[in-house]
């Protein structure tokens, strides 16, 4: 069984493989030896797996399929091993239901898809059917799943300074919720479709001046995202755009707090919004 430590290590990992032992002690407050024991363990019991993920799409494999296919069961393993071992293949998984695998794979261009489904698949024997799918945009991979904490709830931080990112992550995961991030509003309201999270702190000043103000807006305006409690948490109010937030209209936050913020009164006010 893995514990609240080691969870902690799994997320710093998956949002840096390469951050050493060292780095990742101080920002947990453990010994670094427990670190690297944690990490030995973890790999040993093949909890976790240290590996590079390559992006497809960047390496010219610009045709993603999902490949669907019915076969005798009887001959299901022989089958599932012959996919396997192709290249062009990323995964094949049994499933239940119509179809009795399930396969991911990528291509260079449609005709190396036709070719791999003509040349390659159909002289296997035990194929009965195949039902194909054209990937048409990724919204979130397996490599990007977060290990969910144990009965904590989720904080999403949108925000482009990353030390204050880093600090308020600190604060919050201390205090026992899941953090999440972003560095804008377009990618905090994609998160927020993605992660389902029970609080958002929302900078202002991002991508553009007003950028967290529009994306409060848009939250506020689609069924799903709509119930979930912000604060906003800005210098706005202090530097050279301060008029050009409005203050005589409704601004679709639960609270507002001028940036700096002490750690403690920011998370006093996160266990406020989420009694």
């Not at 022989?78 to 399930?102: F, H, K, N, P, W």
């Not at 791999?116 to 296997?124: E, S």
């Not at 007003?210 to 906003?232: H, N, Q």
């Not at 409704?250 to 913020?261: A, G, R, T």
Request: proline fraction near 4%; hydrophobic fraction near 45%.
């Amino acid at each position: 069984m893995i514990d609240a430590t080691d969870r902690q290590i799994i997320g710093i990992l998956q949002r840096d493989g390469r951050m050493s032992n060292v780095d990742i002690a101080r920002l947990i407050g453990v010994a670094e030896g427990t670190v690297r024991k944690r990490i030995e363990r973890l790999l040993a019991d093949g909890a976790i797996r240290v590996v590079a993920v390559p992006d497809a799409s960047k390496l010219g494999f610009d045709v993603e399929t999902v490949i669907m296919i019915r076969v005798d069961l009887g001959r299901a393993g022989q089958i599932a091993d012959q996919l396997a071992a192709m290249r062009e293949v990323r995964s094949v998984r049994y499933a239940t239901g119509e179809y009795d695998l399930i396969v991911d794979a990528v291509f260079a261009s449609d005709e190396e898809l036709l070719r791999f489904l003509t040349v390659r698949l159909a002289p296997i024997q035990g194929i009965n059917a195949t039902a194909t799918s054209h990937v048409l945009k990724n919204i979130k991979l397996s490599d990007e799943w977060v290990l969910p904490s144990e009965g904590s709830r989720v904080v999403l931080i949108v925000d482009d300074d990353p030390d204050f990112v880093e600090v308020t992550r600190l604060v919050l995961e201390k205090a026992g919720f899941r953090v999440i991030s972003a560095s804008n509003g377009e990618q905090g309201i994609a998160a927020m479709r993605r992660e389902a999270p029970d609080l958002v702190i929302l900078d202002v000043m991002m991508s553009s001046i007003l950028d967290g103000l529009e994306a409060s807006k848009r939250i506020k305006s689609e069924v799903l995202l709509r119930r979930t409690p912000i604060m906003m948490v800005s210098s706005i109010a202090s530097s050279d755009y301060a008029g050009m937030f409005p203050t005589d209209e409704y601004v679709p936050v639960e609270n507002f707090l001028s940036k700096p913020v002490s750690p403690q009164q920011l998370l006093q006010e996160v266990q406020r919004l989420l009694l």
